[in-house]
T-cell receptor
Framework: GQSLEQPSEVTAVEGAIVQINCTYQTSGFYGLSWYQQHDGGAPTFLSYNALDGLEETGRFSSFLSRSDSYGYLLLQELQMKDSASYFCAVSSISGGYNKLIFGAGTRLAVHP | ETGVTQSPTHLIKTRGQQVTLRCSSQSGHNTVSWYQQALGQGPQFIFQYYREEENGRGNFPPRFSGLQFPNYSSELNVNALELDDSALYLC???????????FGSGTRLTVV
Protein backbone atom coordinates (compact mmCIF):
# COMPACT_ATOMS: atom_id res chain seq x y z
CA GLY A 1 0.00 0.00 0.00
CA GLN A 2 0.92 3.66 0.04
CA SER A 3 1.16 5.82 3.12
CA LEU A 4 2.57 9.16 4.19
CA GLU A 5 3.17 10.37 7.72
CA GLN A 6 3.56 13.96 8.86
CA PRO A 7 2.93 15.70 12.19
CA SER A 8 -0.64 16.82 12.71
CA GLU A 9 0.17 20.20 14.24
CA VAL A 10 3.10 22.59 14.55
CA THR A 11 3.22 25.91 16.38
CA ALA A 12 5.81 28.66 15.90
CA VAL A 13 6.30 32.40 16.35
CA GLU A 14 6.71 35.07 13.74
CA GLY A 15 10.22 35.29 12.35
CA ALA A 16 11.13 31.78 13.42
CA ILE A 17 12.05 28.74 11.31
CA VAL A 18 9.93 25.61 11.24
CA GLN A 19 10.52 22.22 9.67
CA ILE A 20 7.69 19.85 8.71
CA ASN A 21 8.79 16.27 8.20
CA CYS A 22 7.26 13.66 5.95
CA THR A 23 7.99 9.97 5.67
CA TYR A 24 6.42 7.83 3.00
CA GLN A 25 5.94 4.27 1.82
CA THR A 26 4.97 3.82 -1.78
CA SER A 27 5.63 1.86 -4.93
CA GLY A 28 6.58 3.58 -8.15
CA PHE A 29 7.92 6.67 -6.37
CA TYR A 30 8.51 9.54 -8.75
CA GLY A 31 8.82 12.61 -6.54
CA LEU A 32 7.68 14.45 -3.42
CA SER A 33 5.62 17.63 -3.53
CA TRP A 34 4.45 20.10 -0.92
CA TYR A 35 1.16 21.99 -0.98
CA GLN A 36 -0.21 24.78 1.20
CA GLN A 37 -3.91 25.10 1.96
CA HIS A 38 -5.53 27.94 3.84
CA ASP A 39 -8.89 27.30 5.51
CA GLY A 40 -11.59 27.26 2.85
CA GLY A 41 -9.07 27.53 0.04
CA ALA A 42 -7.52 25.37 -2.64
CA PRO A 43 -4.26 23.49 -2.15
CA THR A 44 -1.45 25.56 -3.70
CA PHE A 45 1.71 23.99 -5.06
CA LEU A 46 4.86 25.00 -3.15
CA SER A 47 7.72 22.78 -4.25
CA TYR A 48 8.78 19.48 -5.75
CA ASN A 49 11.77 17.17 -5.29
CA ALA A 50 12.50 14.31 -7.65
CA LEU A 51 16.16 13.91 -6.68
CA ASP A 52 17.93 13.86 -3.34
CA GLY A 53 18.85 17.23 -1.95
CA LEU A 54 17.52 20.64 -1.16
CA GLU A 55 15.32 22.83 -3.36
CA GLU A 56 15.00 26.48 -2.36
CA THR A 57 12.20 28.81 -3.36
CA GLY A 58 12.32 32.07 -1.49
CA ARG A 59 11.49 31.54 2.17
CA PHE A 60 10.54 27.92 1.53
CA SER A 61 12.93 25.01 1.03
CA SER A 62 12.21 21.34 0.55
CA PHE A 63 14.47 18.37 1.03
CA LEU A 64 14.31 14.78 -0.13
CA SER A 65 16.21 11.62 0.74
CA ARG A 66 14.98 8.80 -1.46
CA SER A 67 17.04 6.17 0.36
CA ASP A 68 15.36 7.14 3.66
CA SER A 69 11.89 7.70 2.12
CA TYR A 70 11.95 11.02 3.91
CA GLY A 71 11.51 14.65 3.11
CA TYR A 72 10.86 17.93 4.82
CA LEU A 73 9.58 21.41 4.18
CA LEU A 74 11.49 24.27 5.79
CA LEU A 75 9.78 27.60 6.27
CA GLN A 76 11.98 30.54 7.24
CA GLU A 77 11.16 34.02 8.51
CA LEU A 78 7.67 32.90 9.40
CA GLN A 79 4.83 35.33 8.82
CA MET A 80 1.29 35.27 10.16
CA LYS A 81 0.02 34.54 6.66
CA ASP A 82 1.94 31.25 6.71
CA SER A 83 -0.67 29.86 9.13
CA ALA A 84 -2.23 27.11 7.04
CA SER A 85 -2.21 23.37 6.49
CA TYR A 86 0.77 21.88 4.69
CA PHE A 87 0.56 18.59 2.81
CA CYS A 88 3.30 16.40 1.52
CA ALA A 89 2.28 14.42 -1.54
CA VAL A 90 3.96 11.58 -3.38
CA SER A 91 3.92 11.39 -7.15
CA SER A 92 3.57 7.71 -7.93
CA ILE A 93 3.75 6.01 -11.29
CA SER A 94 1.22 3.20 -11.44
CA GLY A 95 -0.39 1.56 -14.45
CA GLY A 96 1.27 4.03 -16.77
CA TYR A 97 -0.02 7.17 -15.14
CA ASN A 98 1.23 9.59 -12.56
CA LYS A 99 -1.04 10.11 -9.53
CA LEU A 100 -0.57 12.32 -6.51
CA ILE A 101 -1.13 10.80 -3.07
CA PHE A 102 -1.45 13.19 -0.12
CA GLY A 103 -0.60 12.93 3.53
CA ALA A 104 -3.11 13.96 6.19
CA GLY A 105 -1.56 17.40 6.51
CA THR A 106 0.23 19.46 9.14
CA ARG A 107 -1.58 22.42 10.58
CA LEU A 108 0.86 25.28 11.19
CA ALA A 109 -0.12 28.03 13.59
CA VAL A 110 2.11 31.13 13.59
CA HIS A 111 1.79 33.37 16.64
CA PRO A 112 3.01 36.95 17.17
CA GLU B 1 -4.07 32.40 -18.14
CA THR B 2 -7.10 31.27 -16.14
CA GLY B 3 -6.82 28.83 -13.29
CA VAL B 4 -9.07 25.91 -12.43
CA THR B 5 -12.69 26.79 -11.79
CA GLN B 6 -15.25 24.55 -10.14
CA SER B 7 -19.00 24.80 -9.84
CA PRO B 8 -21.04 24.96 -7.79
CA THR B 9 -19.10 26.16 -4.74
CA HIS B 10 -21.60 24.70 -2.28
CA LEU B 11 -24.29 22.08 -2.62
CA ILE B 12 -26.73 20.33 -0.30
CA LYS B 13 -28.22 17.01 -1.36
CA THR B 14 -30.38 14.35 0.22
CA ARG B 15 -29.16 10.83 0.82
CA GLY B 16 -29.89 8.64 -2.22
CA GLN B 17 -29.80 11.51 -4.69
CA GLN B 18 -27.33 12.00 -7.52
CA VAL B 19 -24.97 14.93 -8.00
CA THR B 20 -22.81 16.33 -10.80
CA LEU B 21 -19.86 18.57 -10.09
CA ARG B 22 -18.07 20.51 -12.81
CA CYS B 23 -14.52 21.63 -13.43
CA SER B 24 -12.81 23.78 -16.04
CA SER B 25 -9.13 23.00 -16.35
CA GLN B 26 -6.34 25.52 -16.54
CA SER B 27 -5.62 26.53 -20.11
CA GLY B 28 -3.16 24.13 -21.74
CA HIS B 29 -3.61 21.34 -19.19
CA ASN B 30 -4.70 17.99 -20.61
CA THR B 31 -5.04 15.90 -17.45
CA VAL B 32 -7.63 16.27 -14.70
CA SER B 33 -7.74 14.56 -11.35
CA TRP B 34 -10.53 14.56 -8.78
CA TYR B 35 -10.02 14.39 -5.04
CA GLN B 36 -12.28 14.08 -2.02
CA GLN B 37 -11.20 15.95 1.10
CA ALA B 38 -12.98 15.26 4.37
CA LEU B 39 -12.72 17.85 7.12
CA GLY B 40 -9.27 17.83 8.69
CA GLN B 41 -7.91 15.26 6.25
CA GLY B 42 -5.72 15.28 3.18
CA PRO B 43 -7.22 15.02 -0.30
CA GLN B 44 -8.02 11.44 -1.31
CA PHE B 45 -7.50 10.49 -4.96
CA ILE B 46 -10.73 9.50 -6.74
CA PHE B 47 -9.66 9.20 -10.37
CA GLN B 48 -7.75 10.82 -13.20
CA TYR B 49 -8.70 11.52 -16.80
CA TYR B 50 -6.45 12.01 -19.79
CA ARG B 51 -7.68 12.44 -23.36
CA GLU B 52 -11.25 11.81 -22.24
CA GLU B 53 -10.47 8.42 -20.73
CA GLU B 54 -10.12 7.36 -17.12
CA ASN B 55 -6.55 6.22 -16.71
CA GLY B 56 -6.35 5.72 -12.98
CA ARG B 57 -8.67 5.27 -10.03
CA GLY B 58 -8.38 5.35 -6.28
CA ASN B 59 -10.30 3.31 -3.73
CA PHE B 60 -13.76 4.64 -4.53
CA PRO B 61 -16.87 2.62 -5.51
CA PRO B 62 -18.29 2.63 -9.06
CA ARG B 63 -21.03 5.06 -8.06
CA PHE B 64 -18.29 7.68 -8.39
CA SER B 65 -17.85 8.28 -12.11
CA GLY B 66 -16.52 11.01 -14.32
CA LEU B 67 -16.16 12.49 -17.75
CA GLN B 68 -13.56 14.59 -19.49
CA PHE B 69 -14.59 16.60 -22.55
CA PRO B 70 -12.56 17.56 -25.66
CA ASN B 71 -11.92 21.01 -24.18
CA TYR B 72 -10.48 19.24 -21.10
CA SER B 73 -13.31 20.33 -18.83
CA SER B 74 -14.55 17.58 -16.57
CA GLU B 75 -17.45 16.30 -14.49
CA LEU B 76 -17.64 14.19 -11.36
CA ASN B 77 -20.86 12.27 -10.88
CA VAL B 78 -21.86 10.57 -7.66
CA ASN B 79 -24.91 8.32 -7.54
CA ALA B 80 -26.86 7.07 -4.54
CA LEU B 81 -25.37 9.67 -2.22
CA GLU B 82 -24.46 8.61 1.30
CA LEU B 83 -23.93 10.76 4.38
CA ASP B 84 -20.20 9.95 4.29
CA ASP B 85 -19.95 11.55 0.85
CA SER B 86 -20.14 14.94 2.57
CA ALA B 87 -16.78 16.53 1.81
CA LEU B 88 -14.89 19.08 -0.24
CA TYR B 89 -14.42 17.83 -3.79
CA LEU B 90 -11.34 19.19 -5.50
CA CYS B 91 -10.47 19.18 -9.15
CA UNK B 92 -6.83 19.49 -10.20
CA UNK B 93 -5.47 19.95 -13.68
CA UNK B 94 -1.99 19.29 -14.94
CA UNK B 95 0.04 18.32 -17.94
CA UNK B 96 0.42 14.55 -18.16
CA UNK B 97 4.17 14.79 -17.82
CA UNK B 98 4.15 17.54 -15.22
CA UNK B 99 4.39 17.22 -11.47
CA UNK B 100 2.69 20.48 -10.47
CA UNK B 101 -1.06 20.29 -10.08
CA UNK B 102 -3.29 23.37 -10.14
CA PHE B 103 -6.28 22.94 -7.88
CA GLY B 104 -9.65 24.57 -8.00
CA SER B 105 -11.24 25.96 -4.85
CA GLY B 106 -13.53 22.97 -4.64
CA THR B 107 -17.19 22.17 -4.22
CA ARG B 108 -18.41 21.72 -0.66
CA LEU B 109 -20.99 18.90 -0.77
CA THR B 110 -23.25 18.27 2.19
CA VAL B 111 -25.44 15.17 2.19
CA VAL B 112 -28.34 15.22 4.65
Amino acid sequence: GQSLEQPSEVTAVEGAIVQINCTYQTSGFYGLSWYQQHDGGAPTFLSYNALDGLEETGRFSSFLSRSDSYGYLLLQELQMKDSASYFCAVSSISGGYNKLIFGAGTRLAVHP
Amino acid sequence: ETGVTQSPTHLIKTRGQQVTLRCSSQSGHNTVSWYQQALGQGPQFIFQYYREEENGRGNFPPRFSGLQFPNYSSELNVNALELDDSALYLCASSLRTDYGYTFGSGTRLTVV
